[in-house]
């Protein structure tokens, strides 16, 4: 998908937008809080969008007036959305938006919902679940140059996006997971939407191929859920094995490798902000500071029960500790460099009070 935001004079809001089908008619959603949405025909002849080859007829402009929204000068709360993926294509800017742009890598299926609430606060743009973006949609959407408030967030590849992000001065973190407790997330959130216990989610994007395997493994069942591993075929083992080394390490659809550790802790070591799930208040601060505002959200949920004895149980399966050994080794690195910076860090607080 291509689109562009021409300008936003406060009576008027125009643009373009080319959809990944280009032969179907683009239509977008007008949404303001407390009102019925508005249909929007995106049919206006753009010449120069045919011209420059992104289109066949050009017959993709929107013009909204205050012929569609009599008030539209006076709000300050209007987004504009495609109406089928309902992707966010225009947010009016709000004095409180951060002029920050950040994305952050998490290769997590279940998010920290509370940070996520806190951002659409902080953020004129925000796009989460990000993998779920196709190469070009995220192209535009990482340069959008309309829009100087922007958040991204989710388990887009590394290597095939860092250098658009670096050109677009986006700001990079990075929120780690545990290995084990990560898995189980994983196979529990599967198991849910398999027995039709929970909606089907966009955090699942690119899982879906799982699905069986989560709704068949008995989780009472140690001994059971053991051989379920070790049947699995190599697609599914794939799917499974080292979500962060993939995300960190690897170029976009390569299998983790051993040497994917390295590359990928290397690459870990260019961002901005590294933080832990288990440690996410320090997280919270390390963002905050690189920000100049605490976006946060609060306290991180507590672990469910059912998790931990799940990540527990996998813990203690040989065959999964395989599955997982990038992962494990890259969050142990990452948590020992981050608890000694942390040491350093009391050490010379501590001799800056003392020399006082």
Known sequence: MYFNIDADEGRVIRGWIVLDNPAAAPRLRLVIPDRPEIAIEAHHHRPDIQEMGIHLTGHVGFYIDEAVVPDLAALDDVSLLESESRLLIFRRSRPHHLNKKVYIFDASVMPQSGLLHELTHFFTNYYFHSERLSLETMIVVINNHFCSSSVLYGRSNFNRYISYLNNAG???????????????????????????????????????????????????????????????????????SNPMTRLFGCDAGDPPQRRHVSVALENLATMDVVGLRSEFLLFRRMLAGALGADVGGGDPPAALTVVTELAHKLSRMGVVEDMLDGDRQLYEFARNAMRSAEENNRTG?????QSI
Do not use: C, V, W, Y
């Open 170 to 240: 986006f700001l990079r973190a990075a929120l780690l997971h545990e290995p084990f407790t990560e898995l189980a997330e994983r196979l529990l959130t599967l198991k849910l939407i398999a027995n039709r216990r929970l909606a089907h989610t966009e955090s699942i994007s690119g899982l879906d191929r799982g699905l069986s395997f989560a709704q068949e493994l008995a989780l009472n069942d140690e001994r059971a859920m053991l051989q379920a591993f070790r049947r699995l075929d190599p697609d599914q083992r794939d799917l499974f």
């Open 349 to 353: 607080a501590q001799r800056d009070t």
